[in-house]
DNA sequence: AGCCGTATCAGCCAAAAGGGTGAGAGACGG
DNA sequence: CCGTCTCTCACCCTTTTGGCTGATACGGCT
């Protein structure tokens, strides 16, 4: 039985130490590095060959974890990317599957199922935990509830609380343009307001 | 020199199993219990006497940290508490200060960081993260920016999206005070618009 | 007693947002 | 080649929101 070897890329020490512990408790498991941002993560990939790299999503500055899978991903590295995060939103689990992600685990998934999640990606088997499968097979089942690319970046800028005005000059389309998308938004999230759509889309997706 | 005991309270296994780690580093601490939710770290300290309590304030479902914290206080236990947790939003540290907190630390703090703060707690030391503290600060530097305890309330149904007359509905008074409220609160966020209102306010104030 | 902060309400007016309909231009796949 | 999606824009009309001014009432502090 070969060992499985592991990167661990979190910004918080307390989780890397927390996750080098537990996966010490396995023998077919080791975590040969560390990495506390994208950037670094980076670097220990050209230097250290990793089956497995497990890593966090939001990690504070620079690079964010989205990013990171895709540039491991565009540098041909072979290792299965496993996510390992806190929040569980619709918009992340779908950018980071689409960017690389083997799998996509919470941080309070029970130590068994984070063993079982790693020994999957190396033989590449996709995991995830049950509340993020449910929440990618909500969005499968409801086409109609996906928003365009356009739509969801009107609604990333109106989360920062732009006007209709605003969002016009930001997009560089008119302000009829944009009533139009917002209606759309607002049909697909189930809202009448932009009011609620920001407050559904700031809880729904994570927009922070 | 006599050894500190600390009780762990957090829902993430991870986080806890890399807080242990990192205490057990230090000669003169030891975790003598954890727990995953409020409710059991009550049952804990009911049993085992432990000089600091490390908190994380949010944990899933069941009651919150504040609550914890608040409960903890009541029932007399002379324990001091650290939070410690990921997000540094204004309420949360207000809040949990004024449940009767020792420190507030975030998950990315140094390692030194963390053990100082709690060998300050047991002395009855407050020590907080920098930026924590120039959150604070600036608090206490602009009171004209406190919200009133009814701005607040509204505030945050205001989050859930509502329009003035269902706030009005929900609050036992009348549109036209609804907008009163609403103007002063806009007024003291910097804002002109309910949405930038709700964009700050969710962003600032952790209201998830 | 007088002042201030808080909470309550009213009316007026202008600006913004929402709802409905219709429609043209590209892109993409069957 | 046709249908469907997506993105774009316009017009009309209603509702909502925001800005302003002013007013009453209660509690606490000086």
Not at 51 to 66: F, S, Y
Not at 74 to 84: C, D, G, K, P, W
Not at 120 to 126: D, E, I, M, N, R
Not at 159 to 181: D, P
């Amino acid at each position: 039985m070969s060992v499985i070897t592991v990167l661990l890329v979190d910004d918080h020490l307390v989780v890397r130490s927390g996750l080098r512990a537990l996966l010490g408790t396995q023998p077919d498991m080791a975590v040969v590095a560390e990495a506390a941002s994208g950037e670094e993560a980076l670097q220990r990939l050209e230097h250290d060959a990793v089956a497995v790299v497990v890593m966090d999503l939001a990690m504070g500055a620079g690079m964010d974890g989205i990013e990171a899978i895709r540039l491991i991903r565009e540098r041909n590295h072979s290792q299965a990317i496993l996510v390992f995060t806190t929040y569980d939103s619709d918009a992340d689990i779908v950018r980071a599957v689409d960017a690389g992600a083997m799998g996509y685990l919470l941080k309070d998934a029970a130590p068994d199922e984070i063993f079982a999640a790693i020994r999957g990606a190396v033989q590449g088997k996709s995991v995830m935990s049950a509340p993020v499968a449910s929440r990618l097979f909500q969005q499968l089942r409801n086409p109609d509830e996906i928003l365009t690319p356009r739509e969801a970046e009107l609604l990333s800028l109106l989360t920062q609380g732009l006007s209709n005005r605003e969002l016009g000059k930001r997009l560089f389309i008119s302000e009829a343009t944009v009533k139009t998308h917002l209606a759309h938004i607002y049909a697909k999230l189930g809202v009448d307001t932009r009011a609620a759509a920001i407050a559904t889309a700031i809880r729904r997706e994570g927009m922070r």
